[in-house]
């Protein structure tokens, strides 16, 4: 069956980075974009960006374009998400989602992993 | 840029009644809008895809509608299970509505 197992939570202090991390299982990885999405605290959803697991093309909306890295293995069917010089309004929890060339939805999501940004 | 609004922003019914959400588009998006039913300390779960198809495992008491501008997601008798959060999504550029809450 298909998965996307997230990293754990984490702690951040503002300032620093960090990296979530989609690991797709039951499906070929190369063959579903991944997408981005967060959740702040009692807020609605907020999507960031994807990338094409199949070539590394990358996309984010502009709000991010200075701090979001998306990257992959494929050798390992992990998507990676790192969001630079964190702020107290990053904290949230994170999301992959998967999406099938052509089409416009996310048909499977991660469990989610929430990232504390706390000094 | 597209922006989605819902309405109603909270939806307090029964079970066994009829509940009917909207959501309006900015600029037209076809049929390519997506509706999402998210429940507390979960992950959203998509419920709609293309304006009017179930996505895999949805019951047929969800049903969707609508395309241009004007989207509707129908519950035909809500479950206890129905309460939650719904979201829908357009295309354009992946931004979602703001949500219904739904509570029973």
């Known amino acids: 069956q298909v998965q996307l197992v997230q990293s754990g939570a984490e702690v951040k202090k503002p300032g620093a980075s960090m990296k979530v991390s989609c690991k797709a299982s039951?499906?070929?990885?190369?063959?579903?974009?991944i997408h981005w999405v967060r959740q702040a605290p009692g807020q609605g959803l907020e999507w960031m960006g994807w990338?094409?697991?199949?070539?590394?093309?990358?996309d984010s909306i502009q709000k991010f374009k200075d701090r979001l890295t998306v990257t992959r293995d494929t050798s390992i069917s992990t998507a990676y998400m790192e969001l630079s010089s964190l702020r107290s309004d990053d904290t949230a929890i994170y999301y992959c989602?998967?999406?099938?060339?052509?089409?416009?939805?996310?048909?499977?999501w991660g469990q989610g992993t929430l990232i504390t940004v706390s000094s | 840029e597209i922006v989605l609004t819902q309405s109603p922003a909270t939806l307090a019914l029964s079970p066994g009644e009829r509940a009917t959400l909207s959501c309006r588009a900015s600029?037209?998006?076809?049929?390519?809008l997506a509706w999402y039913q998210q429940k507390p300390g979960q992950s959203p779960r998509l419920l709609i895809y293309?304006?009017?198809n179930r996505a895999t495992g949805i019951p047929a008491r969800f049903s969707g509608s609508g395309s241009g501008t004007d989207f509707t997601l129908t519950i035909s008798s809500l479950e206890p299970e129905d309460f939650g959060l719904y979201y829908c999504?357009?295309?354009?550029?992946?931004?979602f509505g703001p949500g219904t809450k739904v509570n029973i």
């Open positions: 039951g499906y070929t990885f190369t063959g579903y974009y």
């Open positions: 600029q037209s998006v076809g049929s390519y």
């Open positions: 990338i094409n697991p199949n070539t590394g093309a990358t």
């Open positions: 293309e304006a009017s």
């Open positions: 989602a998967r999406l099938k060339p052509g089409t416009y939805h996310f048909d499977y």
């Open positions: 999504q357009q295309r354009s550029n992946w931004l």
